[in-house]
């Protein structure tokens, strides 16, 4: 019976060890969550006017260019999927990983061949482990993105995306991350980024007049200088989404594994004091039956 009071406070004491880091983790978290949603909404001007500008050359000139063109019959197509480094974050990376195996199905189902591009351990680890190849991965700091990694990658894509499709190109670029809605809400979404004219907008913007412009050298060149920023606005955006997204997620998966090691506490806790008991109980059982004994000789 000692023992078996031994194992359960070995349990009490590991638990509440383990419920010590789930607390550390979700007030880390916490912290970090406020700065995450501050970067995400700044970003988000920016993304929009150049949006704005890059549609405006393309609705108000008919500009037969690569980038706005929608091949006839796409045959390969390139998916950058957002995952994360770590994991403590629930079901987050599962999600968007489900979202991208979605997405991949429905391509080949159109017979366009996948090309996938990993940002985050947690890609690579998903492919490696089902021995899938991949065209490129880019690992660190998911929860904190950096502007000149979204610039590496954007470069990499468009370039991918200006080669012929029989040298290795792509005719079309989807990028799979999770949009971050509220701190309970972190939705897995699926934009298309290039053709440009398959981009999609807010269902506000569709009713605004975009403005007149006068481009000069002229709107092809100017196109090809804005549209390589505009992918690299998008993906920094979405970077930036998915990394709010991340925090959160693991916010409340740490939080409620707190109060499972909480719950956890509380049943060995019960079990320790039953198993004492029964052993105080047993002791003096025993000695009753041995002054029953003594007085009985």
């Known amino acids: 019976m000692g023992a078996q009071i031994r194992v359960y406070r070995q349990k009490i004491a590991s638990t509440s060890s383990m419920k010590k880091i789930f607390k550390a983790m979700e007030l880390i978290a916490t912290s970090r969550i406020g700065k995450a949603r501050q970067r995400a909404e700044s970003a988000t001007p ?3 006017a ?6 405006a050359v393309a609705t108000q000139h008919d500009i037969d260019h690569v980038l706005t063109q929608k091949a006839e019959n796409p045959k390969r197509a390139a998916v950058l999927i957002l995952t994360s480094d770590r994991g403590l974050a629930g079901a987050y ?3 968007v990983l489900r979202r991208a195996e ?7 189902d159109s017979d366009i061949e996948v ?3 990993l940002y985050g351990r947690k890609a690579q680890a998903f492919y490696d482990f089902r021995e899938r190849e991949y065209a490129q991965v880019w690992t660190g700091n998911t929860d904190a993105p950096e502007v000149e990694r979204a610039r590496e990658i954007g470069e990499t894509l468009v370039e991918r995306f200006l080669q012929p499709t029989d040298e290795g190109g792509v005719d ?4 799979v991350y999770t949009e971050f809605q509220s701190m309970v809400k972190q939705e897995p979404v699926v934009r298309r980024l290039l053709p440009l004219a398959v981009v999609e907008e807010d269902a506000d913007s569709e009713s605004e007049v975009l403005p007149l412009y006068d481009f000069e050298p002229s709107a092809e060149e100017v196109l090809d200088s804005l549209l390589p920023r505009y992918v690299e606005s998008k993906i920094f955006t979405a970077m930036l989404e998915a990394a709010a997204s991340e925090l959160a997620a693991r916010q409340r998966a740490m939080k409620s594994a707190a109060d499972n090691a ?4 509380r ?3 019960l079990l320790r004091n039953n198993a004492r008991q029964a052993e105080i109980t047993q002791e003096l059982t025993e000695l009753i039956a041995g002054a029953d004994a003594l007085a009985a000789s």
């Open 46 to 48: 920016y993304s929009e």
């Open 50 to 55: 150049i949006t704005r500008a890059v549609s």
């Open 172 to 175: 079309e670029l989807f990028l």
């Open 93 to 95: 990376a599962t999600n």
């Open 102 to 108: 979605s997405l991949t199905g429905l391509l080949q």
């Open 267 to 269: 049943k060995y806790t």
């Open 262 to 265: 909480d719950e956890l506490i």
């Open 115 to 117: 090309s996938p591009y």
